[in-house]
DNA sequence: CCAAGTACCTTGTATAACAAAGTACCTTTT
DNA sequence: AAAAGGTACTTTGTTATACAAGGTACTTGG
């Protein structure tokens, strides 16, 4: 057990919630998903995202149509379904709850400057 | 995938932040921590807690003493090390980061009444 | 035609939580 | 004191996810 390791777990988990909020703000595809989470310093490799937006696509929570590029392979651009906006609703509630939970378990001393 | 599953997943790898933060607050046992969990919403079964807690000992982020008690079996009562204080306020930077990430990441559009 | 780059996919491994069953100890009851 | 019940702790098998690493396929440029 390392820290590493833990904070790893700890990200483990949000990462379906993450990047089904970001296809609901518009059709993406997968390189401009892993920058947004690059730069939410959410690290994820492709070998992880492309299994995880199957998943997503087999649930039925999003979509995706091929589109062509000028500079290279066709891309899966994905949007998000109405069932996937109300999974999304509820993993919301759950987020903020298990927030709100750990808020009141780990009692913070130190008051934010 | 189903809600109930990504909830769990959710859940997994803040168990370990959030009994280690039971543990720093004061000496406990295994059914009192189980109850504070219950109370803060965060369900676990025993048979989680119990290798959670010999992995967090293992890895010297807390210790136990064995304490008789009136109405049966000895129980193990856990402190947090130094070690485990340390390691607990990193968890605490890392989630943080974390709540501050998916923040970032899901716009809120509604504005809490 | 071949090299390089981009996009997507697959396989094997590690970790953690859970369900369910089991062991051991202590108290109470008969 | 033997049986029954409760509490505390433990173990085993299953499932799910992320990662590392490697692979396939398409496109462009030399």
Redesign the interface.
């Known amino acids: 057990?390392n820290?590493e390791n833990?904070?790893?777990?700890?990200?483990?988990?949000?990462l379906?919630?993450?990047i089904l909020?970001?296809i609901a703000?518009g059709e993406i595809y997968s390189s401009d998903i892993l920058e947004?989470?690059t730069s939410?310093?959410?690290m994820v490799v492709d070998g992880t995202l492309y299994p995880l937006l199957t998943?997503?696509k087999?649930?039925g929570?999003v979509e995706y149509r091929w589109v062509e590029s000028d500079s290279g392979p066709p891309r899966k651009y994905f949007t998000i379904t109405e069932t996937g906006k109300t999974?999304l609703e509820?993993?919301?509630l759950?987020?903020d709850?298990?927030?709100s939970?750990?808020q009141?378990?780990?009692?913070?001393s130190k008051l934010t400057a």
């Open positions: 057990m820290l833990t904070q790893v777990q700890m990200r483990k988990g949000i379906e919630f993450c909020g970001i703000r947004e989470l939410a310093k959410i998943r997503l087999n649930a929570l999974f509820q993993l919301q759950t987020w709850e298990l927030v939970s750990t009141q378990i780990i009692q913070k």
